[in-house]
C-alpha cells in the first residue's frame, strides 16, 4: 500500500509508467531530447522533423497519459489494499471472539 501511495503521489518517476518508447517525462526537454535521437536513428536521418510546439504537444499529451493510469492503478491497489486490511481485521476478531468463547466455556466445564 505504501508503494501504491508513492505512485499516486509521484507519477512520473514511477516504474509503472514506463512504455515502449522509454521516453523520459521528467521534464520537456529531456523528452525533446529522446523525441530527437529517436529521429536521427530511424531510417537513416527523418524527413520530418517536428516542432517545438509539436513536440509540446507530444510531451503534454504522453505525460497526461501516463499520469492518469499511474494514478488509476495506484488508485487501485489502494482500495484493495484497504479492502483486505478491513476483510483481515473482521476476520481477526470473529475468531477472538470465538476463541474467548471457547477458553471461557472450557473454564466453566472443568
Known amino acids: 500500500m505504501i508503494d501504491a501511495a508513492m505512485d499516486y503521489q ?3 518517476h514511477s516504474q509503472q509508467w514506463r512504455r515502449s518508447s522509454d521516453r523520459s517525462l521528467a521534464s520537456f526537454e ?3 531530447l529522446d523525441v530527437l535521437r529517436s529521429l ?3 531510417e537513416g536521418g527523418a524527413a520530418w522533423v517536428p516542432s517545438e510546439a509539436e513536440i509540446r504537444a507530444m ?12 494514478r488509476s492503478s495506484a488508485s487501485k491497489r ?7 486490511i478491513l476483510i483481515s481485521a473482521a476476520l481477526f476478531r470473529v475468531h ?3 476463541v474467548r468463547a471457547l477458553s471461557g466455556s472450557g473454564e466453566e466445564a472443568g
Open 10 to 12: 509521484d507519477p512520473l
Open 30 to 32: 529531456t523528452y525533446k
Open 40 to 42: 536521427d536513428t530511424a
Open 59 to 70: 510531451y503534454e499529451a504522453e505525460s497526461d497519459d501516463a499520469i492518469a493510469k499511474v
Open 78 to 84: 489502494i482500495v484493495i489494499d484497504v479492502v483486505l
Open 96 to 98: 477472538w471472539r470465538w
